[in-house]
């Protein structure tokens, strides 16, 4: 491309950004306080059924991999005396955290992650930090862009696909973003959630561990 077409291009760019960004700020406040009781009933299901704390916070992978506290209901009960870590998280996920999962009403906390700038309302889902070094370099563009509460692998299979076809996704979408593709993958989202389709992989809780890279 010549180099006066990435000058023209930046402007451009520097729009769609702050549009971006000013509709993720209105859409984030405006879910929190529309979802607010639905929050507060779910609290109490939490603390009545697996007790405190409500939230649970876990180290994810931002934009260029800098990671930050991603907040969610809690959904799995604390491990029993004795007992070490089950292979699965299905294991631990009581009914109440499968209702929650199951209707993404468990997500709504990471509203406050979009809020403070962790995470759009559109991009590739924010994966466990150590899942960076695993990574391909091509796998690795997602990390180019803000982690998303939705995203184009999202509302093309969600958890349900392999990990490949996971990844594709979301490079593609590094690749092809713009604020018209977030309007379809925004809309595409309401089906997916009233669906309720592609909540886990076969005989997982979610999704199964990344895979480690062969040295």
């Given at each position: ?28 406040t ?24 409500v ?5 994810r ?12 209901l ?10 070490t ?53 091509d ?77």
């Amino acid at each position: 491309m010549p180099a006066g077409a990435d000058v023209r291009a930046a402007p451009a760019q520097m729009v769609s950004g702050v549009v971006r960004r000013a509709a993720d700020i209105l859409v984030a406040t405006a879910g929190l306080v529309v979802a607010a009781p639905v929050l507060v009933v779910a609290a109490v299901a939490v603390v009545a059924t697996t007790g405190r704390p409500v939230l649970f916070a876990d180290e994810r992978a931002g934009r260029d991999g800098h990671p930050f506290r991603l907040l969610k209901l809690r959904t799995m009960r604390a491990l029993r005396p004795g007992e070490t870590v089950p292979a699965s998280d299905g294991a631990r996920i009581t009914k109440v955290g499968r209702l929650l999962r199951s209707t993404s009403i468990d997500e709504l906390p990471s509203l406050l992650n979009v809020l403070r700038g962790d995470m759009a309302l559109v991009g590739p889902r924010p994966l466990p930090v150590r899942y960076v070094a695993r990574y391909t370099d091509d796998q690795r563009r997602r990390l180019e862009v803000r982690p998303g509460l939705t995203g184009w692998a999202q509302v093309n299979g969600r958890n349900a696909t392999g990990w490949d076809a996971r990844l594709a996704h979301d490079v593609w979408y590094v690749e092809h973003r713009s604020l018209r593709l977030d309007g379809r993958i925004l809309a595409a989202t309401v089906r997916v959630v009233l669906g309720r389709g592609g909540i886990s992989a076969t005989g997982e809780a979610t999704m199964p561990e990344l895979p480690e890279r062969s040295p």
